[in-house]
C-alpha cells in the first residue's frame, strides 16, 4: 500500500529460504535490491537471494556460514559486510568468527576478528561512512576497507553485548543497551565521535 493509501494492498513475493529468519538482511544501491543471506537451518545458512521489489532471485551461496541470530551486517560503498558467528547446525551457532563481503557479483573473504580468542558474540556492526565501519563489543574497532585493516579506538566505558547500535549521520554511532562483558544488564549509552576518536558517555543508568 502506497504511504497515502491511494492503492491498495498487493502480495509480495513470499521469501524464499527453507526457513523465514535470514541471518542479515540489507539493501544494496548497486543492484536496486533487498538482499538476504542465511536461515535458522544449516542446509539454508549460505544460500543467498536479491528481492527487487517484484521477485526474489539467487544470489551466489555465501562462502561461510553466518548465525542466524547473529550476523551482523553493513553495506559499505558497493560491498556488503556479512560477520559474526558461525552457523554450525540447524538452529545452533559456534563462536568462530565469520566475515565476508559481496562485491554485487561475488563473495570475498572479509575482515579478521579483530580483539583476538574467540569472538564476543552479538557484537555490533555501524557504518561510519563509505569505507570506515566500527564493531563495538569486546572493545571498539574501526575497519577500514580500503586498506583492509582494523584499528582500535578510543576506549568504551562499557564493553558490551547483544546491544544496539546505530549511525547517527553526521553525529556518530550511538550504542546502547545489552549485557555487561562480566554480568548484568547495561542500561548505558554512549556516543562515537569519528572525528575525535572518542566515546562520551550518556545516561550512564547502572
Not at 544501491?29 to 527487487?52: E, F, Q
Not at 552479538?122 to 576497507?145: D, E, I
Request: contains cysteine; charged residues 15%; negative net charge.
Amino acid at each position: 500500500m502506497s504511504l497515502d493509501g491511494s492503492t491498495p494492498n498487493c502480495q509480495l513475493a513470499s521469501f524464499p529460504g527453507l526457513s523465514p529468519y535470514p541471518s542479515a538482511v540489507s539493501y544494496m544501491d548497486s543492484l536496486a535490491s533487498v538482499v538476504a543471506c542465511g536461515g535458522s537451518s544449516l542446509a539454508d545458512s549460505t544460500k543467498c537471494w536479491a528481492y527487487d521489489g517484484l521477485s526474489w532471485t539467487s544470489l551466489p551461496d555465501s562462502t561461510q556460514s553466518p548465525c542466524f541470530v547473529d550476523a551482523p551486517n553493513v553495506v559499505m560503498g558497493d560491498r556488503w559486510l556479512v560477520a559474526g558467528s558461525q552457523q554450525n547446525g540447524d538452529n545452533r551457532c559456534s563462536v568462530d568468527w565469520t566475515s565476508e563481503l559481496f562485491t554485487g557479483t561475488e563473495w570475498v573473504s572479509g575482515p579478521i576478528y579483530p580483539a583476538g580468542g574467540d569472538y564476543l558474540q552479538n557484537s555490533c556492526l555501524a557504518q561510519v561512512n563509505s569505507t570506515h565501519t566500527l564493531l563495538t563489543g569486546a572493545g571498539s574497532w574501526l575497519y577500514n576497507l580500503e586498506s583492509d585493516t582494523w584499528t582500535a579506538t578510543g576506549p568504551l566505558d562499557h564493553d558490551r553485548y547483544g546491544h544496539g547500535c546505530a549511525t547517527l549521520a553526521d553525529q556518530g554511532v550511538l550504542v546502547a543497551g545489552g549485557f555487561k562483558t562480566h554480568g548484568g544488564v547495561d542500561y548505558s549509552v554512549e556516543l562515537y565521535d569519528a572525528v575525535t576518536d572518542t566515546w562520551s558517555l550518556s545516561f550512564p543508568r547502572a
